[in-house]
Every structure is written in structure tokens, then in C-alpha cells.
């Protein structure tokens, strides 16, 4: 447009500089103020501005020799400087006042008129104006800028990101700032002080709601004073969780673990000089995580979407999400395909538990893990239910099934939740199921009075971890007469031949707990509280640190050992004990051997079967200390090329371990970065139903059965007010050595 004006006006583009405004006939009611023409859509807007005659506004084209700048004139809003009267006679009249350089535009049948504008001004940061008065005292004009780093043009995807943006530069630069208008298509701000005169001005629209709104003017110069706008009670804005959220996205970009708000509270304090509340700084670190992977409603929302990418980042990854007949989510559950592969070359002990979720919608998180040769967690697969249920649990369990197949080399352990041993016993009747002996030996703790109940625990434990039948009976028979309703309990409630070692009929190694999963629900205690999505995403994250860790620690091993640093430890230990003990051959060409040990028993060693009567080589499945003597022995004559890591199980080998961990899991990007196929967008669920409860949301669980936690102790220092009271004040020397 400006390049057809100037050419039909015959004027020079290249040596003056054209604004193109008009008076819209939308302006009934309101006050009377020119729209500028910047760019193709407010030509359209012209176009279609049309009266009831079917007649165009009067065309204003403005001759000036500078370039508008951000402080510079207002464009479609608050053009009172440059507004004039002949503008508005031309627009409401007839015209005849205005200075016309040309006649009516032929295509459009609106007038065009042309005049010589004023320059607009170009102010420094801040400017004294040395006129003095009559009085010869010196009047300062202050004249400053707002320092916010926006130009003319510049998107943003949404008006609260404009809002933020001043709301932190009004704090900053301490000025106060009055809302015009808050609408779908546009957001206007002024200064506080504008019926005094101050031009500072900002005004952002969109076109529709699809487009992302653009900044059209701002004046960026204030003339009013700080002192002035920003005291009294005039200076009434205050700080909000937008606010706080901005500040923990620029200092912790992505983290969901940030300050508390009590510490926020003195941050937002130092950064934009304002004070908030403790709510409002909590809101403001809630809105911070929100901002990551959306609201608690949109895991939910989102969650086929989250696991398509999940699947589509890590190769081999299998999920599944189960809603119920109103599409609420019900189950989810996910195995990451690296350590479905890694699993290939571990023990085949799965160590299943549950924990409940902390959020407002509840549910219980189900972690099947296993424990890599070097004793480290090797989480295998994770759930979220409803609860720890028969149908939950069955669930669970039937698609950790589509990934790890039923087999009699399978050995679960848990805890004796009724509804996982139901479970268990129907989706893998092949394997077998163990019971963790620290949950038991809480419950046996509580059967038991007048005695020291930790000492019963202990006890215990040690007739659970016994691994001949010999020395079990002979320590349970202790046991019992010691502790005989414990006994009672056990005998009635306990299957032996799921907690005894001695009489465990599967391989489970080492592995006699829960504590595995149990450490990796304290790891993931504060993930407890997240989102659905940020949950997963703490989890994928928390499985990604450890592969990387035991990645590089199996990749820093001497090229010499062959066994994981856990077992190599434990042979170098029992070696200095094996090279005393007396082994006498029994039949070389088999290699079995007896050992006199330590404890003045004979043991016999077969090593070619990998046993021996004590049991220890057996059950852990590396060589004990007279499987050590042993082969020492046959080193000498019958064996000499026989190696300890050829007596131990494969799945201590290191270059086992190294495979275990050689996949990388990789995180899942943000929403902003998924490219998603069209029948994956369109599946969604709601959240579940939950109970609204009053109060404080609980943060500590209750103790388990059989779990007793330390008092704190009270404090004894000098200045409390109960010692004040019980000593005048006064802590004689005896009383004061006891309390230290």
C-alpha cells in the first residue's frame, strides 16, 4: 500500500517516511481514535471496514523524516498527540478541511489525505531539563526507560506471557501500571500516572483466538517519578505464582526439584523486589512444575501420548493404559526395553512390591525389580492402580507376563499381601514365590510380650537365613522355646518352605527381602507427590542415572577380573581363611575333596557339581570358603587350570554385567517436541474419582506392623521454658553433666 501511494502521490519512498492511519466507523460510544496501518492485515481490516452507504473511512497518510521507534507514537490507541482537529472534521464532515493532495482512490472509493506530521521524539534514558523559572529555580523533567525487552512486532504465544513479562518488569523497574483492557484479542496497559501525563503505553492483539497475539505499540519512556507511584498506597501491586513460577523456570529450567517456598519467598524478594506469601510462593512452584508436563489433569489427558513417545525414545519399551467404561484411567504400566534386555542376564529373581501415591488422586505404584550381581537395583517394570487389589495386582502381573514369560527358573519375593500371593500363584504357577523375611519378622515382633522385641526379630532372621536343615532346627528349636507364640504364629499363618533358605525349593540366591524395592520407594519418595507424567519422567530419569553409573564402573574394571567387584571381594576376603583350612582328596578324577573347616566340621566339595555340604556354594552360587581350599588343592595336581570365576554362577560375570547395562535409556522430550500419529492424538482419560479430604495432605505414612520409629529427643538447653519453670532457671552441675 505505502509503495502504491507513493507512487500514484508521486512522492519519494526512498526520502520520506509514510504513516497510514484511518478513523474506523466502529467507534460509536467510544472515544474518537485513529487505527495505523503497519502491516497486510490491517490493510485487510481497512477493506472490510465499511459503512452502512457502502463508503471507506478517509485514508490519512502522515509525511515524517524519522522512523517510529518502540517510545514513539501509539498505534490504533491513545493517538492524542498527534490527533487533530481538521483529521476529525475530515473524517466527520465533509473533508473540506483537510489538506488534500489527491483525490478520491479509485479502487477503494475512501479518501486519501496527505500532510506533513511532526517528528516524534527521540528521549534518552533520563533527561534534565536546565530551564529555569522566574523564581531562577531549576525544574527537572525525569524521563526513563521501562528496560523491558520487547519491540514492536514480537509474538507471544499466549497473553499471560505478556502479562508475566510486565507484571516482573513493573517490579523491577518499580513503576505502576493500570490494566485498559483484558480481552480474547487484545491486552492494553498504561501507566498509573497517565492522567498526569505519563505516555508510557503497551498494546498487544491477535487477529483470532488461533493466532498468538503481537506486540502493536509500546511507549517505552515514563515521566513520572518513582517516588511518587511506587510509595503510599499506591504501590498496592503485588507479587504473584506466575511470578514465582517465571523465576524458578530462568533458575531451574526443567527440574522439578526446586527451593521450598519458604526459601522462594526471600528469592523473589532479591530479584524483583517484591514480597510474597507463603501460599502464594507454594502456588508459584506448583504452576513451575505444571508448566513441565502440564497440570495433574493433563498426565492423565495425555498419558497414551506420553507412552507412544516413551516407546518411540526407547526401543523395546512396552506399556499399556487401561480406563474403564467412562474412559477414567484405571492402570498403566510400562518396562523400559533396555532393561528387559538387561534382564536377559540377570538372576531371575523379581522382587515386586507397592506404595501409595501422595497426589490428590491417590493410587498405588507397583515397582518389579531385580538385583544385578554387584547388588544394585535393576528396575524392571513399574505400575500405577488403584490400589493393591486381587484385580490390580492380576493385572500387573499378566503384563509383566507379556515380557517376561512364566518359567520354573522364575523366583518372586514380596511381602504377604494376600491379593499378590493370589495373584502370583495364577499368572506364573511354573515359578516359585518366597516371602520377605524382614516384613515377616515385623509381624512375628507383635506376637511376642515381655521380652526385647528387636532380639526376637533378630533371632528370627537368623533361623530364616540358615542354610542346612540341621542348623535351622537346631536354631528354631531356640527359637521356640524362647519365643512360643511366636512359633504358634508361624506354624499357623507361615508356610516354612516360603521363608526358611534351607527349604526354599527355587534359586534365590542372596535374596531374602523386599529391601530392594523398598529402597528404590524412598528414592522415589518425592516423585510420590508429582503428576502422573512427572512421575514417569523422575522414574525414567532416576533408571537412566544408574544405567550411565554402572555403564561406567563395569567399563573401568582391569581387564584381569573376571568376576563383579561385589563377589571378587567377598573370594578375596575368604581366600586368606581357605589357604589355613586342611582338604584331603576323596577321588581327583572328580574332583571332590573334604575340608576340616574352621569350625573343626568336615565338609565335603564337589567342585565338578559346584556343591558342598555346608550349603553356602550351593544356594549363593559362588564358591565358599572350603569350595576355595579345595580348589586350591586341586590347582596343584587334578585341576591346575580350575579359576574361582569358573566355579561361579555366569550371572557374576563381569562381561554379563557390562551387557546388562549397554542399552541407553533416553528421556522423553517435551509436549511442544512430540510428533504424534492421528489415532494416538485421539485417545485420551479422564482422571479417576477421588475423595476431597480436609486438612493438610499427610506427608509421613503411618508405621508399618511391627515398626517402631525413635522419639526425638526433647531439647534440654538452657532457655526453655519448661526448664525455666521446673529449676528457677538455674542447672546445677550434676544435672548439667547428665544432660550432655
Not at 472534521?89 to 493532495?101: C, K
Not at 501500571?177 to 487484545?186: A, D, T, Y
Not at 576376603?573 to 581357605?578: D, G, L, S
Given at each position: 500500500?505505502?509503495?502504491?501511494?507513493?507512487?500514484?502521490?508521486?512522492?519519494?519512498?526512498?526520502?520520506?517516511?509514510?504513516?497510514?492511519?484511518?478513523?474506523?466507523?466502529?467507534?460509536?460510544?467510544?472515544?474518537?481514535?485513529?487505527?495505523?496501518?503497519?502491516?497486510?492485515?490491517?490493510?485487510?481490516?481497512?477493506?472490510?471496514?465499511?459503512?452502512?452507504?457502502?463508503?471507506?473511512?478517509?485514508?490519512?497518510?502522515?509525511?515524517?523524516?524519522?522512523?517510529?521507534?518502540?517510545?514513539?507514537?501509539?498505534?490504533?490507541?491513545?493517538?492524542?498527540?498527534?490527533?487533530?482537529?481538521?483529521?476529525?472534521?475530515?473524517?466527520?464532515?465533509?473533508?473540506?478541511?483537510?489538506?488534500?493532495?489527491?483525490?478520491?482512490?479509485?479502487?477503494?472509493?475512501?479518501?486519501?489525505?496527505?500532510?506533513?506530521?511532526?517528528?516524534?521524539?527521540?528521549?534518552?534514558?533520563?533527561?534534565?531539563?536546565?530551564?529555569?523559572?522566574?523564581?531562577?529555580?531549576?525544574?527537572?523533567?525525569?524521563?526513563?526507560?521501562?528496560?523491558?525487552?520487547?519491540?514492536?512486532?514480537?509474538?507471544?504465544?499466549?497473553?499471560?506471557?505478556?502479562?508475566?513479562?510486565?507484571?516482573?518488569?513493573?517490579?523491577?523497574?518499580?513503576?505502576?501500571?493500570?490494566?485498559?483492557?483484558?480481552?480474547?484479542?487484545?491486552?492494553?496497559?498504561?501507566?498509573?500516572?497517565?492522567?498526569?501525563?505519563?505516555?508510557?503505553?503497551?498494546?498487544?492483539?491477535?487477529?483470532?483466538?488461533?493466532?498468538?497475539?503481537?506486540?502493536?505499540?509500546?511507549?517505552?519512556?515514563?515521566?513520572?517519578?518513582?517516588?511518587?507511584?511506587?510509595?503510599?498506597?499506591?504501590?498496592?501491586?503485588?507479587?504473584?505464582?506466575?511470578?514465582?513460577?517465571?523465576?524458578?523456570?530462568?533458575?531451574?529450567?526443567?527440574?522439578?526439584?526446586?527451593?521450598?517456598?519458604?526459601?522462594?519467598?526471600?528469592?523473589?524478594?532479591?530479584?524483583?523486589?517484591?514480597?510474597?506469601?507463603?501460599?502464594?510462593?507454594?502456588?508459584?512452584?506448583?504452576?513451575?512444575?505444571?508448566?513441565?508436563?502440564?497440570?495433574?489433569?493433563?498426565?492423565?489427558?495425555?498419558?497414551?501420548?506420553?507412552?507412544?513417545?516413551?516407546?518411540?525414545?526407547?526401543?523395546?519399551?512396552?506399556?499399556?493404559?487401561?480406563?474403564?467404561?467412562?474412559?477414567?484411567?484405571?492402570?498403566?504400566?510400562?518396562?523400559?526395553?533396555?532393561?528387559?534386555?538387561?534382564?536377559?542376564?540377570?538372576?531371575?529373581?523379581?522382587?515386586?512390591?507397592?506404595?501409595?501415591?501422595?497426589?490428590?488422586?491417590?493410587?498405588?505404584?507397583?515397582?518389579a525389580t531385580a538385583q544385578d550381581p554387584d547388588h544394585h537395583h535393576y528396575p524392571i517394570a513399574f505400575?500405577?492402580?488403584?490400589?493393591?487389589?486381587?484385580?490390580?495386582?492380576?493385572?500387573?502381573?499378566?503384563?509383566?507376563?507379556?515380557?517376561?514369560?512364566?518359567?520354573?527358573?522364575?523366583?518372586?519375593?514380596?511381602?504377604?499381601?494376600?491379593?499378590?500371593?493370589?495373584?502370583?500363584?495364577?499368572?506364573?504357577?511354573?515359578?516359585?514365590?518366597?516371602?520377605?523375611?524382614?516384613?515377616?519378622?515385623?509381624?512375628?515382633?507383635?506376637?511376642?510380650?515381655?521380652?526385647?522385641?528387636?532380639?526376637?526379630?533378630?533371632?528370627?532372621?537368623?533361623?530364616?537365613?540358615?542354610?542346612?536343615?540341621?542348623?535351622?532346627?537346631?536354631?528354631?528349636?531356640?527359637?521356640?522355646?524362647?519365643?512360643?507364640?511366636?512359633?504358634?504364629?508361624?506354624?499357623?499363618?507361615?508356610?516354612?518352605?516360603?521363608?526358611?533358605?534351607?527349604?526354599?525349593?527355587?534359586?534365590?540366591?542372596?535374596?531374602?527381602?523386599?529391601?530392594?524395592?523398598?529402597?528404590?520407594?524412598?528414592?522415589?519418595?518425592?516423585?510420590?507427590?508429582?503428576?502422573?507424567?512427572?512421575?514417569?519422567?523422575?522414574?525414567?530419569?532416576?533408571?537412566?542415572?544408574?544405567?550411565?553409573?554402572?555403564?561406567?564402573?563395569?567399563?573401568?574394571?582391569?581387564?584381569?577380573?573376571?568376576?563383579?567387584?561385589?563377589?571378587?571381594?567377598?573370594?578375596?576376603?575368604?581366600?586368606?581363611?581357605?589357604?589355613?583350612?586342611?582338604?584331603?582328596?576323596?577321588?581327583?578324577?572328580?574332583?571332590?575333596?573334604?575340608?576340616?573347616?574352621?569350625?573343626?566340621?568336615?565338609?565335603?566339595?564337589?567342585?565338578?557339581?559346584?556343591?558342598?555340604?555346608?550349603?553356602?556354594?550351593?544356594?549363593?552360587?559362588?564358591?565358599?570358603?572350603?569350595?576355595?581350599?579345595?580348589?586350591?588343592?586341586?590347582?596343584?595336581?587334578?585341576?591346575?587350570?580350575?579359576?574361582?570365576?569358573?566355579?561361579?554362577?555366569?550371572?557374576?560375570?563381569?562381561?554379563?554385567?557390562?551387557?546388562?547395562?549397554?542399552?541407553?535409556?533416553?528421556?522423553?522430550?517435551?509436549?511442544?517436541?512430540?510428533?504424534?500419529?492421528?489415532?494416538?492424538?485421539?485417545?485420551?482419560?479422564?482422571?479417576?474419582?477421588?475423595?476431597?479430604?480436609?486438612?493438610?495432605?499427610?506427608?509421613?505414612?503411618?508405621?508399618?506392623?511391627?515398626?517402631?520409629?525413635?522419639?526425638?529427643?526433647?531439647?534440654?538447653?538452657?532457655?526453655?521454658?519448661?526448664?525455666?519453670?521446673?529449676?528457677?532457671?538455674?542447672?546445677?552441675?550434676?544435672?548439667?553433666?547428665?544432660?550432655?
Amino acid at each position: 500500500m505505502v509503495e502504491k501511494i507513493c507512487r500514484k502521490k508521486k512522492v519519494d519512498e526512498a526520502t520520506t517516511k509514510l504513516r497510514v492511519s484511518y478513523f474506523p466507523f466502529t467507534f460509536q460510544g467510544r472515544k474518537l481514535r485513529p487505527n495505523y496501518i503497519r502491516d497486510d492485515e490491517d490493510v485487510v481490516c481497512y477493506y472490510e471496514d465499511v459503512s452502512e452507504e457502502g463508503l471507506r473511512s478517509v485514508l490519512h497518510v502522515e509525511v515524517t523524516n524519522d522512523v517510529e521507534q518502540n517510545q514513539g507514537i501509539d498505534e490504533n490507541e491513545g493517538f492524542d498527540q498527534v490527533l487533530r482537529e481538521d483529521l476529525v472534521r475530515g473524517y466527520v464532515a465533509n473533508n473540506e478541511d483537510i489538506p488534500l493532495v489527491g483525490g478520491a482512490d479509485d479502487s477503494g472509493g475512501g479518501v486519501l489525505a496527505m500532510y506533513v506530521g511532526e517528528p516524534s521524539q527521540q528521549y534518552p534514558a533520563v533527561v534534565e531539563n536546565e530551564d529555569r523559572d522566574v523564581e531562577g529555580n531549576a525544574s527537572e523533567a525525569i524521563l526513563w526507560v521501562d528496560e523491558i525487552d520487547i519491540t514492536v512486532g514480537q509474538e507471544f504465544r499466549s497473553k499471560e506471557a505478556i502479562q508475566s513479562l510486565v507484571e516482573k518488569a513493573g517490579h523491577n523497574n518499580v513503576f505502576e501500571f493500570v490494566v485498559k483492557k483484558s480481552e480474547p484479542l487484545r491486552y492494553v496497559v498504561a501507566c498509573s500516572e497517565a492522567h498526569n501525563g505519563c505516555d508510557w503505553y503497551i498494546r498487544a492483539a491477535r487477529r483470532d483466538t488461533t493466532k498468538p497475539f503481537s506486540i502493536r505499540t509500546h511507549r517505552n519512556i515514563h515521566s513520572c517519578s518513582r517516588s511518587s507511584t511506587s510509595t503510599g498506597r499506591r504501590s498496592r501491586r503485588k507479587g504473584t505464582p506466575t511470578m514465582v513460577a517465571s523465576l524458578l523456570a530462568e533458575d531451574y529450567p526443567g527440574k522439578l526439584t526446586t527451593p521450598p517456598p519458604k526459601d522462594l519467598i526471600d528469592l523473589v524478594q532479591g530479584r524483583f523486589g517484591v514480597q510474597v506469601s507463603y501460599s502464594t510462593a507454594w502456588r508459584g512452584k506448583k504452576e513451575a512444575a505444571n508448566d513441565i508436563r502440564g497440570t495433574p489433569e493433563d498426565g492423565f489427558r495425555l498419558v497414551h501420548s506420553y507412552m507412544y513417545m516413551l516407546e518411540k525414545m526407547n526401543h523395546g519399551t512396552v506399556s499399556y493404559v487401561e480406563v474403564d467404561e467412562e474412559q477414567k484411567f484405571k492402570y498403566l504400566f510400562f518396562a523400559l526395553g533396555a532393561s528387559i534386555e538387561g534382564f536377559q542376564v540377570m538372576r531371575k529373581v523379581i522382587i515386586v512390591d507397592g506404595t501409595h501415591l501422595k497426589t490428590a488422586y491417590g493410587g498405588v505404584l507397583i515397582v518389579a525389580t531385580a538385583q544385578d550381581p554387584d547388588h544394585h537395583h535393576y528396575p524392571i517394570a513399574f505400575g500405577v492402580v488403584d490400589g493393591e487389589k486381587n484385580d490390580s495386582w492380576t493385572w500387573f502381573l499378566k503384563k509383566l507376563k507379556t515380557v517376561i514369560p512364566d518359567d520354573p527358573q522364575i523366583v518372586f519375593i514380596s511381602d504377604r499381601n494376600q491379593s499378590l500371593i493370589k495373584a502370583i500363584a495364577e499368572v506364573y504357577p511354573s515359578s516359585h514365590h518366597g516371602h520377605c523375611i524382614f516384613h515377616l519378622s515385623q509381624n512375628v515382633k507383635l506376637k511376642v510380650f515381655g521380652v526385647n522385641k528387636a532380639v526376637c526379630g533378630k533371632k528370627f532372621r537368623e533361623c530364616a537365613r540358615a542354610y542346612t536343615e540341621a542348623e535351622f532346627l537346631r536354631l528354631y528349636e531356640v527359637f521356640s522355646s524362647t519365643y512360643p507364640s511366636a512359633r504358634t504364629y508361624l506354624d499357623e499363618w507361615a508356610d516354612v518352605t516360603k521363608w526358611a533358605r534351607c527349604y526354599f525349593r527355587g534359586e534365590k540366591y542372596n535374596i531374602d527381602t523386599s529391601n530392594s524395592v523398598e529402597s528404590i520407594n524412598g528414592v522415589l519418595e518425592r516423585a510420590r507427590n508429582y503428576s502422573l507424567l512427572q512421575l514417569i519422567d523422575a522414574i525414567v530419569g532416576k533408571i537412566a542415572e544408574w544405567f550411565a553409573k554402572h555403564r561406567k564402573a563395569s567399563g573401568l574394571l582391569p581387564s584381569g577380573q573376571y568376576l563383579v567387584p561385589f563377589v571378587e571381594k567377598e573370594l578375596h576376603i575368604t581366600i586368606k581363611k581357605a589357604k589355613k583350612l586342611v582338604v584331603r582328596e576323596l577321588n581327583g578324577y572328580n574332583l571332590e575333596y573334604s575340608v576340616i573347616g574352621g569350625d573343626g566340621k568336615i565338609y565335603l566339595v564337589d567342585l565338578r557339581s559346584k556343591t558342598c555340604s555346608c550349603r553356602r556354594f550351593d544356594i549363593d552360587k559362588y564358591p565358599c570358603v572350603h569350595a576355595i581350599a579345595a580348589t586350591l588343592t586341586a590347582n596343584k595336581d587334578a585341576a591346575p587350570e580350575l579359576r574361582a570365576h569358573d566355579l561361579s554362577s555366569k550371572y557374576y560375570w563381569i562381561e554379563l554385567w557390562v551387557l546388562a547395562y549397554t542399552r541407553t535409556i533416553y528421556p522423553v522430550p517435551h509436549n511442544s517436541q512430540w510428533v504424534l500419529p492421528e489415532e494416538i492424538m485421539q485417545q485420551f482419560a479422564y482422571p479417576p474419582d477421588y475423595e476431597v479430604k480436609q486438612g493438610r495432605r499427610q506427608e509421613t505414612r503411618f508405621p508399618s506392623v511391627g515398626e517402631h520409629r525413635g522419639r526425638k529427643k526433647r531439647s534440654h538447653g538452657a532457655g526453655g521454658l519448661g526448664e525455666w519453670f521446673t529449676n528457677d532457671g538455674d542447672v546445677d552441675g550434676d544435672d548439667a553433666g547428665d544432660q550432655g
